[in-house]
């Protein structure tokens, strides 16, 4: 049940910038993961719950992890997705806040928990751990204050046309996205009847086609030039 309200959410998720595996020497990496326990999800099982408070942080080794919160009517928002060299529970970790989001596995999934106390002793030991670390937390916050800038300025046809762009598209020039306008409104926060409206202007203008279940991006320079206008005029 979950899966059919997280798929089509999750294909048009931007990956983000870097994970801690990137940012860290391979040889660090390797380190980390050998001081935690490896656990392996199978498809759309539950890893986290909101709420929890397991001391720790745990590393996406293999798979996908898929984040977000069951709402009233028990459809579940995606807020986002982490790929392999991802890592969550920083939070726990550093502030002893609990979850904030609950945590799913998209596919066979394979999890590292690094306890607090071993996660303390490699602090001491790889103080590039700590810089990583420090910048993976920067980097998160670049693209919430980005996300939370666009939402406040853009009109809604220009946020839907920023999540395609980023979103990663099939054929060859990438210019078909596979997405619902469910998907969209879910992702975006807003009623499917307002997506339905911001899309038909979006075709209106040109640059995008309406088909079922996809849309296609017509010009995507024309697109990216409508949102850096209107951000640098708002």
């Not at 106390?117 to 920067?138: D, F, G, V």
């Not at 598209?169 to 409104?185: F, H, I, M, T, Y």
């Amino acid at each position: 049940m979950l899966r059919s309200y997280i798929w089509g959410q999750m294909k048009i998720l931007r990956q983000q910038n870097v994970t801690l595996a990137d940012l860290l020497p391979e040889a660090v990496w390797d380190k980390l993961c050998a001081a935690g326990s490896l656990t392996l999800y199978s498809d759309n099982q539950l890893i986290e719950e909101r709420g929890d408070t397991r001391n720790g942080i745990s590393l996406v080794v293999s798979g996908e992890v898929a984040a977000g919160n069951i709402r009233h009517d028990g459809s579940f928002l995606v807020s986002g997705l982490l790929r392999q060299g991802e890592c969550f529970g920083e939070f726990t970790a550093f502030l002893g806040l609990p979850q904030t989001h609950s945590l799913w596995a998209n596919g066979q999934t394979e999890i590292v928990f690094v306890s607090q106390s071993n996660l303390t002793a490699l602090l001491k030991s790889q103080p590039l751990l700590y810089e990583a670390l420090l910048k993976l937390a920067l980097w998160r916050n670049v693209e919430i204050l980005d996300f939370l800038d666009a939402q406040r300025r853009l009109p809604l046809s220009l946020r839907i046309a920023r999540l395609l762009l980023a979103s990663p598209g099939k054929g060859p020039d990438q210019s078909e996205v596979d997405c619902r306008q469910e998907d969209l409104a879910n992702t975006l926060g807003v009623s499917r009847v307002a997506i339905g409206k911001a899309l038909k202007k979006l075709a209106s203008e040109g640059l995008v086609e309406i088909g079922y279940g996809k849309i296609t991006l017509l010009d995507r320079a024309r697109m990216s030039q409508r949102i850096c206008a209107e951000q640098s005029a708002a």
